[in-house]
Structures are given as C-alpha cells and as structure tokens.
T-cell receptor, first 112, second 112 residues
Framework: IAGITQAPTSQILAAGRRMTLRCTQDMRHNAMYWYRQDLGLGLRLIHYSNTAGTTGKGEVPDGYSVSRANTDDFPLTLASAVPSQTSVYFC???????????FGPGTRLTVL | KNQVEQSPQSLIILEGKNCTLQCNYTVSPFSNLRWYKQDTGRGPVSLTIMTFSENTKSNGRYTATLDADTKQSSLHITASQLSDSASYICVVSRGGADGLTFGKGTHLIIQP
C-alpha cells in the first residue's frame, strides 16, 4: 500500500507557465486537501474536496484550481505560475470516520 | 480571529534530555487539538489527538496535555533521541473540512 503519493518531487518552473501537481491516494479516503507551506507561515489550505465531484476553497485559493473526478486523484493546477507561488505543496487525505489527515511527501516548486 | 501560537520557535537540546513545547490557541468553537511531527523534507505525521474532555494523552515518549479552559496545550518529550529532531506542529480543529488552524511549528534539534 503506497498511501498518498505526490508528483513531481520537485520542479523549477518559468513564470507564466502552466503546471499541474499530482496527488494520488489508495486508501479510499473521501476527503482530500492541498496545502502550501512557507517558511515562517506554516501550512495554509489552498483547496479541499469532501468527496469525488465536489471541491471547496481554502484560505489561499487565488491562482490555483483543483478537480476531483474520482476518489483517488486530486490534481492541483497553477494556470499561470508566479514567483509568489514558490513553496512546498502538500496533499493530504482523510477518511470519513476520522479527523486525522494523512499527508503526502510534498512537492517543492520554484517559480522563476 | 482563529489563531494558534507555538513556542518556542526553535529549540536545541542534548540527547537524553526532556523538553516541553507549548501551544496557545484562540480557535472557536473547539473540536479537537492535534500535534503533528514533521521530519525535514517529509509530510507531517499525526502524533496525538485530544478532544475537549481529555487532559493528557501519551504516545510512547510523547505526552500531550490540554487545558481547554485556558486554551493551552503542551507536548512533552521524554528522554529525547536524535530521531526526535523535527518540526512539531499544533493544529486546532473547529470541525468541518476547512476548519483546521495550523501553528507555525517549533523546530526541535537534538544534539548528540
């Protein structure tokens, strides 16, 4: 069982380019989340999904979009990357019977 | 405003020594409080979860306390080991998919 995986591990991207960060879980968790983690700011919620077919905005959603076509996958898309989106991005999932979120290993994104 | 404040920001102790990390919160309503451990370059992993009625909970050498009246929690690490070097993040839940408020974490370094 892999748990929750993210790809790529790291990426350097030119400003203005489109980028999709991938997140896949094999635990059949209903809820999934995307966070960004910046030094001195902690983890901040970007978007979330309570179940396949639904999504919601978190604390810092601007410049990001998500989709949840099925239970396992929750991709995060940056339509036109800007340097302020340089960060470490974590995907997480949560089963319906618990409040505990399980985090992926993260994607380190640098926008130049 | 819902906030979670952690102290100290960073801490260096010698292997074998004990330490206590603090978390103060103003989140309302309160559902539960978690401590997560985040190793460098990895995603956070849940250590403990405490609800309103719980005063103390242990997980091996980790003991968390909660005072819901003063809205304070602590994480005590006994007989520290090198593998305890990590960031420890306090997370308070209001309930709901986007109801988590994250602290900025305490960066703990265990020196041999």
């Amino acid at each position: 069982i892999a748990g929750i995986t993210q790809a790529p591990t790291s990426q350097i991207l030119a400003a203005g380019r489109r980028m999709t960060l991938r997140c896949t879980q094999d635990m059949r968790h209903n809820a999934m989340y995307w966070y960004r983690q910046d030094l001195g700011l902690g983890l901040r919620l970007i978007h979330y999904s309570n179940t396949a077919g639904t999504t919601g905005k978190g604390e810092v959603p601007d410049g990001y979009s998500v989709s949840r076509a099925n239970t396992d996958d929750f991709p995060l898309t940056l339509a036109s990357a800007v340097p302020s989106q340089t960060s470490v991005y974590f995907c997480a999932s949560r089963p319906s019977w618990s409040d505990t979120q399980y985090f992926g290993p993260g994607t380190r994104l640098t926008v130049l | 405003k819902n906030q979670v404040e952690q102290s100290p920001q960073s801490l260096i102790i010698l292997e074998g020594k004990n330490c206590t990390l603090q978390c103060n919160y103003t989140v309302s309503p309160f559902s539960n409080l978690r401590w997560y451990k985040q190793d460098t370059g990895r995603g956070p992993v849940s250590l403990t979860i405490m609800t309103f009625s719980e005063n103390t909970k242990s997980n091996g050498r980790y003991t968390a306390t909660l005072d819901a009246d003063t809205k304070q929690s602590s994480l005590h690490i006994t007989a520290s080991q090198l593998s305890d070097s990590a960031s420890y993040i306090c997370v308070v839940s209001r309930g709901g998919a986007d109801g988590l408020t994250f602290g900025k974490g305490t960066h703990l370094i265990i020196q041999p």
